[in-house]
Each structure stands twice: as C-alpha cells, then as structure tokens.
C-alpha cells in the first residue's frame, strides 16, 4: 500500500511540473526583440546589468538578416548551434562569434569582448 501511494504522489508531481508553464524553457530566436539592459564591466569582474535608457529593437529574421536599431552595422546572422551565432557586419571583414542564451521571454547576447559585456532583451 506504501508503495501504491508513492508511486501515486510522484506521478501527481510529475505530471503538475510537466504541464507548468516555465519561463526558462528554450525560446526561438527569430521574432522581435527590446533591449532592456547593458553589462559593462571596467575589466575587474565587477561589472553588473545597467537598464538602458532607450528601448531600442531588433529582429531576427528566419532569413538571417535583422532590422532594428540595436546592431545598426549589423547585416546577417546565423545560428551555429545552441549557444552560438555568427555575426557579420559592415564595419569588420570577418564574422564575430557571439554566445547567447534564448528562453521564452529573455534573449542574452555575449559579444566577443576582452572585459565583460552583454546584452538583455525582452520579447516584443
């Protein structure tokens, strides 16, 4: 009887988380996006997430192309894998490698930077 009841409670839980709806699940990176918070950090680890004054966009087209203001030299992209994307710009003959991180609501964009640096986004 122990046993039955066990197994009742975990498959009761099981089944409650599998149908929550969680925020940090994998989101697509193809949509558009707000930029809501820069990383800066003077090159001592103590850097943190500042709010933008300017909400600026940016979108990310299945074609690999984007619009926006956020990376005006900015031309194309595309996803090298999971934590990934190729950037090419105007401004720089070669692609630059940039690592992120997407979930439902929140894209977090990692330039190549030699002091830390980031980006926030919230989905439009």
């Not at 996006?33 to 800066?40: G, I, N, R, S």
């Not at 940016?58 to 031309?75: A, M, R």
């Not at 401004?91 to 830390?116: D, F, H, M, S």
């Amino acid at each position: 009887m122990k046993n039955f009841l066990f197994a009742s409670v975990l498959i009761c839980t099981l089944l409650i988380t599998a149908c929550k709806k969680d925020d940090q699940t994998t989101g697509e990176l193809f949509g558009k996006w707000v930029l809501t918070e820069q990383y800066a950090d003077p090159g001592d680890g103590s850097g943190t997430y500042q709010k933008v004054k300017e909400l600026k966009t940016v979108t990310f087209l299945p074609t690999g192309e984007t619009t926006g203001e956020v990376f005006e030299p900015l031309t194309k992209f595309k996803i090298l894998d999971s934590v990934r994307l190729e950037i090419t710009t105007k401004n720089i003959n070669q692609p630059l490698i940039y690592y992120y991180k997407v979930t439902a609501k929140q894209l977090v964009l990692n330039p190549p930077c030699i002091e830390g640096c980031g980006l926030k986004f919230r989905r439009k």
